[in-house]
């Protein structure tokens, strides 16, 4: 019976990872779909019916590609940091709280908090192991930012902790079936979002890519498969934060097809932003992460506490 469940878990655990390489594969495309018609143009058109297979024949032509490589670059490094970027950004999707169980445990929020650390040093390996100054240097700041919002992701996450007394992501469903955690803190809805902007390196915050003096930021050594797969990661991170998003404050009924319109939504204002928003200034970024989002998240990290003990206290 155990062997069983293992095999069921097995091969569920990949039609979602395939699932959720389809999802990015799509997801690509909508981007250059909508960025086209921000710019009053077509987007990809040409290959297949309305440009649709276009992702798929972008897929074979960069992993067809001769892999390159500088001959300076600490090679193994530079050759397994795209794996184990997008390895980190599928395992993410492990804690999607599913009503069947799935791999969804009691401590999904911990867990996501320990990935998206590790997401770090992938990023970091992949600047260095380079050998290139515009690398090391678009890895640095992307290290730098991702680290400082990171603080206030996990504070938001710390209320909600305290709010619901749990770790685990499958009690926001049961918690929100009369409200939405979005109307009780709205400010720190609009915090998670931009924060999550800033943790998967999206416009106003793509600094590890600024191209007028990075050229392409830390993957700028990385050409063909590498890139390919630093670029699924990034597009997965994407779809991961707007599902994470929807199960904590948009009410998380993974049964319902709403939920996964709520998805797709979010996943376009990600693309919208990009398509209106300038770079923002660097020291700005930082005063954003410290001085604002910061404040906002131990305050109400603090109100959610005080809240928590005079319910205790009136119980007693």
Known sequence: MFFLDLIFSLVSMIILII?????????????????????????????????????????????????????????????????????????????????????????????????????????????????????????????????????????????????????????????QKYMWLFFLSMPLAFVWFVSSLAETNRTPFDFAEGESELVSGFNVEYSSGGFALIFLSEYSSILFMSMLFCVLFLGSDLMSFTFYLKLVFLSFVFIWARGTLPRYRYDKLMYLAWKSFLPISLNYLFLYLGLKIFYFSLLM
């Open 19 to 175: 699932c959720v390489l389809v999802g990015v594969a799509f997801l690509t495309l909508l981007e250059r779909k909508v960025l086209g018609y921000i710019q009053i143009r077509k987007g990809p058109n040409k290959v297949g019916f309305m440009g649709i297979p276009q992702p798929f024949s972008d897929a074979i032509k960069l992993f067809t590609k001769e892999q390159t490589f500088p001959l300076v670059s600490n090679y193994l490094m530079y050759y397994y940091s795209p794996i184990m970027s997008l390895f980190l950004s599928l395992m993410m999707w492990m804690i999607m709280p599913f009503l069947i169980g799935l791999m969804m445990f009691n401590l999904g929020m911990l867990f996501f908090l320990c990935i998206t650390s590790l997401g770090v040093y992938t990023v970091m390996i992949a600047g260095w192991s380079s050998n290139s100054s515009y690398s090391l240097l678009g890895g640095l700041r992307a290290v730098a930012q991702t680290i400082s919002y990171e603080v206030s992701l996990a504070l938001i996450f710390m209320s909600f902790m305290v709010l619901i007394g749990s770790f685990s992501l499958i009690d926001f469903y049961s918690y």
